[in-house]
């Protein structure tokens, strides 16, 4: 990956303007899946992988993107961009890089009529990110909140944070087209050192967490592709609506899964499928276990936390069944090492990567162990990352700022 003075160099070189950088980093869930579009509880922690966005404004209503990773160069108008690009989404349009920055300059748009001259004024973008794609990892939130901080930033506007994860999320869901919660783009923006977040998605409160001194995640990435904007992640949050609509078509006061108990599951379960009874008993019972996570860790009891984070793996697979062998193996083969206190998919599902919480000093041989059994087993190499939490946007872009400057 770039660095951030060599990413500024690339930007001046191209477009003959010396840029401004703003990055925002990928995540990794601890626990609490598929709970954030039902209003529920998630408790994610950004991780020191990131998109960095070079930023310089243009006054010819053009967007000129460079991709670094892609080796890719968009120049199209604004309008052509963003309205043209709107209109085109369909079901199956292929999905490009460029969808994202542009869809969250779309939503930016949409959000901010008084600055809609600005944004159609145009801007150069040079991108780079290391948020390793297609392993649940966020690295589509990363690039949307970075590209937001970069415009929000050149056009000196300040909005509160919410609004700049809710604004990104709506460039997903209505640009891009994958119906995600707004978990990502949230932790994305407010991520701290150390900390998992504890967010409610309904009122987006969030909480910190710190992670337990004796413990360090470890993901490993089994390097099965993911995507959230294929059509699965799509049919899992159409039956879940299916299921709250009969739910609360007995109790009105459900507004969200987050509202019904397993009481009410057991009431009215069987007016529903089978795979839709199952889905929302994940949903349900994974807030449950999400509170309980963050009691557990604030007790530091981590042998509880690893219970739940087993828990929340089985239900994944058996309720909500979006895991895969690869992972289900990944997971098996984790809390056999010594050391392991629990191991669970992360992210949206159908592949992707593991989250392990292991003790400190077993960490890095955990990997390299867990790594051995995989390639044995299915003669892929797995990729092994010990992510220690980092700061989110916010605090992240003013160190950012610091580093191009004294470079
Ligand atoms: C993806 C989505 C999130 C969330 C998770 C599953 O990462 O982007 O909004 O729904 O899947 O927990």
Not at 50 to 73: E, K, M, Y
Not at 246 to 275: K, Q, Y
Request: with cysteine; hydrophobic share 45%; charged share 20%.
């Amino acid at each position: 990956m770039l660095t951030p003075p060599q990413l500024a160099a690339l930007h001046l070189a191209s477009f003959s303007v010396a840029p401004r950088l703003f990055a925002a980093p990928g995540r990794v869930n601890l626990i609490g899946e598929h709970t954030d579009y039902c209003d529920g509880f998630v408790m994610p922690a950004a991780i020191d992988f990131s998109t960095v966005v070079a930023i310089s404004p243009r006054a010819d209503g053009r967007v000129l993107a460079h991709s670094v990773n892609f080796n890719q160069s968009i120049d199209k108008s604004v309008y052509e961009l963003l309205d043209a690009g709107i209109a085109s989404l369909r079901a199956d349009r292929k999905l490009h890089w460029s969808d994202y920055p542009a869809g969250v300059l779309w939503s930016l748009r949409e959000a901010l009529p008084q600055h809609a001259a600005s944004i159609a004024a145009g801007f150069s973008l040079t991108i780079a990110g290391d948020v390793p794609l297609g392993a649940g990892l966020s690295s589509s939130a990363s690039i949307e909140v970075a590209t937001a901080f970069a415009v929000l930033g050149v056009l000196n506007i300040t909005l509160p944070l919410p609004q700049i994860a809710q604004l990104c999320r709506r460039a997903e869901n209505a640009f891009v087209g994958a119906n995600v919660g707004i978990m990502d783009q949230f932790v994305s923006c407010c991520g701290v050192q150390d900390h998992a977040v504890m967010i409610d998605c309904r009122s987006l409160d969030y909480t910190l967490a710190p992670i337990p001194s004796q413990a360090r995640i470890v993901i490993c990435n089994s390097m099965v592709k993911h995507s959230v904007a294929g059509g699965e992640y799509n049919t899992r949050r159409a039956e879940i609506e299916e299921g709250t609509a009969i739910l609360r078509s007995h109790r009105p006061e459900i507004g969200a899964l987050r509202d019904a108990t397993v009481d009410d599951l057991a009431r009215w379960g069987h007016e529903m499928p089978t795979n839709v009874l199952r889905r929302c008993r994940h949903v349900i019972t994974e807030d449950n276990r999400v509170l309980a996570a963050v009691e557990a860790f604030r007790a530091a009891d981590l042998t509880r936390f690893g219970q739940l984070m087993a828990e929340a793996h089985a239900s994944f697979r058996d309720d909500f069944e979006a895991s895969c062998p690869e992972i289900d193996t990944l997971v098996s083969l984790a809390v056999q090492q010594p050391g392991c206190y629990g191991a669970r998919i992360t992210g949206g599902g159908f592949g992707g990567c593991t989250v392990n919480l292991v003790k400190d000093e077993n960490a890095e041989s955990f990997a390299t162990e867990l790594r051995k059994r995989y390639l044995e087993r299915f003669n892929i190499t797995a990729e092994t990352f010990v992510a220690d939490p980092v700061d989110g946007a916010l605090l992240r872009n003013a160190r950012t700022l610091a580093e191009v400057a004294q470079a």
